[in-house]
């Protein structure tokens, strides 16, 4: 068995779903800040970090606009980057830190037992205001396994049977910037220049300065200081929306080669 996740574009279309999915992703990040601000107080304390089982007891009933299985999947996802941080540490790389940054939205994660598919819809525990309409063109491979709700866009995780492949070659790969991709497999070579990508990285880095030296003008948390950090936001994203798309051509144009 393998994992493949399909991403789409959405955005609630209705005032009553706004505040549904704003008040779960606030409601994740206080979850989410909780566990940072007594993760901090325990470690200064030299107690013993709770179990999994212990947290999800523990935030039982706190969290009402989160499904009990979302709370286990952020209590999970925390408890694993502590583990994960206390390994580096006990390597020697002492400069690894523990989550401390506090969140004011944090992506809502659902797991199959939440989250359904039906008619072309997706519908996660939020009554009414919990169907998602799947884009057209967009066909989920497998079996619904977990779905991240995040803020423009959706991520759904499907459970594939892994397809049985016979070996055809070996191609050497090399990876770069001016030149994106260069492929060769001993006999045939293809070089796929990494103009596009390089430009398109300026032009992101040019637009993030000119927003950024603006809203070094204006105080935080201000309306024009919102409205520049949302063109930001949307920038940034095209860019990123951008190079996917580059990357994607170029590795389909070496497989088609």
């Not at 396994?145 to 995780?157: N, P």
């Not at 492929?183 to 032009?203: D, F, H, L, P, Y």
Request: charged share 25%.
């Amino acid at each position: 068995m393998s994992y493949r996740t399909i991403e789409f574009s959405w955005l609630p279309d209705a005032q009553r779903a706004w505040q549904t999915f704003t008040a779960s992703r606030r409601e994740a990040a206080r979850l989410w800040n909780d566990l940072v601000i007594r993760h901090a107080r325990i470690r200064r304390l030299h107690w013993q970090w709770p179990s999994v089982y212990r947290w999800s007891a523990w935030a039982k009933g706190r969290y009402p606009h989160l499904h009990s299985q979302s709370i286990q999947q952020i209590i999970a996802e925390f408890c694993e980057a502590v583990n994960a941080i206390t390994q580096l540490r006990k390597k020697g790389h002492a400069e690894a830190r523990y989550p401390w940054r506090l969140h004011r939205y944090r992506d809502v994660i659902y797991t199959n037992q939440g989250a359904r598919l039906r008619d072309g819809y997706l519908i996660l525990p939020h009554g009414q205001s919990g169907r998602l309409r799947i884009p057209d063109g967009i066909t989920l491979p497998g079996r619904l396994m977990e779905v991240r709700l995040c803020y423009g866009r959706v991520l759904v995780v499907c459970e594939i049977l892994d397809e049985v492949r016979f070996p055809t070659g070996t191609i050497g790969v090399d990876l770069g910037v001016n030149t994106l991709i260069a492929a060769t497999n001993s006999e045939r070579a293809i070089v796929i220049s990494g103009r596009e990508a390089k430009a398109t990285v300026q032009w992101r880095n040019k637009k993030l300065a000119g927003i950024q030296a603006a809203q070094a003008k204006k105080q935080k948390g201000s309306k024009r200081w919102l409205k520049l950090q949302r063109r930001k936001h949307k920038m940034l994203d095209k860019a990123k929306r951008r190079i996917k798309d580059i990357c994607h051509k170029a590795t389909r144009q070496v497989a088609d080669t």
